[in-house]
């Protein structure tokens, strides 16, 4: 996975390309395996009445290598030369004298290694810079108009007052319910809302409860490459241990990620006594695959054979384009019993500023994260589930059909990401053209080691200008 880019395309027809021409792309590690990674920035800032342009160009890999404005190369230790220079401060055997320990209250052993956060740093430069962030998955235009307006009424001064406490620790019942109802007929089966589904501080908190509640030391977890990012720090925390399988490219004539797939062989032979789950990311993020109904049932007939639980992140559902079907696991047959399905307000809505997700499955499963839910965040905000709840019915009844905002979602971004695959191939990238999701694989290493990354911006954003134009 060397080499590749990752471009959010979810923002690109709606941003400007003109004016202050400003562009970020945002490239992060793809696996465990040490990868460069690159985050490129160009952006114009007024400095002493003018505007200049600044390039940053970073490679994490052994060091961290800076590209100045002056085009001078700055050298400093990478995030794990840090972290293995800072760890354990204070924590040897024994109890340091206060005057020898600069840290008199050092961070607890169990987030060794975590210290650091590639998007806390996006965040930060991206504030800093003010450029086009083309790396995060958010959009820059409203949100489904009528979840806002559902949210307009939930706060009204004449709405229910209850609206503005706390509501039912798991799910506001509005919201749990709509739930129940859409994912019970998407998967065909009845879904008992008060204990078969939990509301958490956005997808993420869902993954978080079902790792703390579910693994633990000694527990091996499956993780398939490429992953976001959190997966292995929060394993991580549970105590368990990660067992990486990547997906690979089979097909060097099908530039789509529908090439890329898993070695039945390898994933049989990760299976073993202490394999507790698996996480499984379709569409996945940031390669776009979507997983076939064939590929999920070998997963799914190991899953069975070892007992192993199935962690199934599904935030982009709905995000499938060029007749791909998403194929939910939990479907096939004897999956249910097995399987925390895990989706989002963020990526279903356009919503990631609300931090709403949820999860439905199995009783018992959804009865461990909720333990874990209680004992840390205990309750989401009420007026954002209220007005997902009301949405959410609303929705339901038009699936299928092209009134559905689900429907106008995909066909909207699908033509985005045609377009952005359009400008980056001819800025001289190859890429990974995704089945579904809104992040895109982009590989630079053919534009040579003398590549100019001013003038790959420039290529970039002239196409993109003309691409708007038309």
């Not at 620790?169 to 204990?195: C, E, F, Q």
């Not at 409860?209 to 693994?215: F, R």
């Not at 929060?234 to 990486?244: E, H």
């Not at 059909?401 to 001289?428: I, N, Q």
Request: hydrophobic share 35%.
């Amino acid at each position: 996975m060397q080499n590749k880019s990752i471009i959010c395309f979810r923002r690109i027809l709606r941003t400007t390309t003109g004016g202050s021409g400003s562009c970020l792309l945002s490239t992060r590690s793809c696996g465990h395996r040490p990868s460069s990674v690159f985050n490129l920035f160009t952006c114009h800032q007024k400095s002493v009445g003018e505007r200049k342009q600044r390039a940053i160009f970073e490679i994490r890999k052994s060091h961290h290598y800076s590209l100045t404005p002056t085009n001078t190369i700055k050298l400093s230790p990478s995030p794990s030369q840090l972290i293995s220079n800072t760890s354990n401060t204070g924590r040897e055997k024994g109890t340091m004298a206060e005057g020898n320990n600069p840290n008199k209250f050092p961070l607890a052993s169990k987030y060794d290694g975590l210290e650091r956060n590639l998007w806390v740093e996006f965040v930060e430069l991206n504030t800093k810079l003010n450029p086009l962030n083309l790396g995060q998955g958010f959009p820059d235009f409203m949100p489904c108009e009528k979840v806002v307006k559902e949210l307009a009424k939930s706060c009204d001064v004449d709405a229910n007052p209850l609206l503005h406490q706390y509501t039912r620790g798991y799910g506001h019942p509005r919201l749990v319910k709509a739930l129940a109802a859409l994912y019970g007929r998407l998967i065909n089966r009845s879904i008992d809302p008060m204990t078969e589904v939990l509301v958490t501080v956005g997808a993420y908190g869902s993954l978080f409860c079902a790792l703390m509640s579910n693994v633990g030391p000694g527990d091996e977890v499956i993780i398939i490459e490429p992953f976001f990012d959190c997966y292995q720090p929060m394993v991580k925390l549970a105590g368990g241990t990660c067992k990486f399988i990547a997906l690979k490219p089979t097909d060097p004539t099908d530039e789509t990620s529908a090439s890329w797939k898993l070695d039945t062989n390898e994933l049989a032979s990760m299976f073993n006594s202490k394999t507790k789950a698996i996480i499984l990311n379709t569409p996945n993020n940031p390669l776009g695959k979507v997983f076939t109904k064939s590929e999920l049932e070998i997963i799914a007939d190991l899953c069975k054979e070892f007992n192993v639980i199935v962690i199934s992140d599904e935030v982009y559902e709905w995000l499938v384009y060029d007749g791909n079907e998403h194929i939910r696991i939990a479907s096939l047959d004897g999956m249910w019993d097995r399987t925390i399905t895990i989706g989002s307000a963020g990526k279903t809505f356009s919503l990631t500023g609300w931090k709403l997700g949820w999860s439905y499955g199995p009783k018992e499963l959804i009865k461990n994260m909720s333990i874990a839910h209680q004992n840390s965040v205990y309750v989401c905000q009420t007026p954002g589930q209220e007005a997902l709840g009301a949405a959410l019915e609303k929705e339901i009844k038009r699936l299928g059909t092209p009134a559905s905002f689900f429907y106008k979602m995909a066909t909207d971004l699908k033509e985005r990401r045609d377009l952005m695959t359009r400008s980056v191939k001819e800025a001289g990238l190859e890429i990974v053209i995704p089945e579904g999701g809104y992040f895109m694989l982009a590989n630079w290493r053919p534009m040579g080691k003398s590549y100019n990354l001013i003038i790959f911006i420039s290529l970039l954003k002239l196409s993109l200008s003309f691409r708007i134009k038309d």
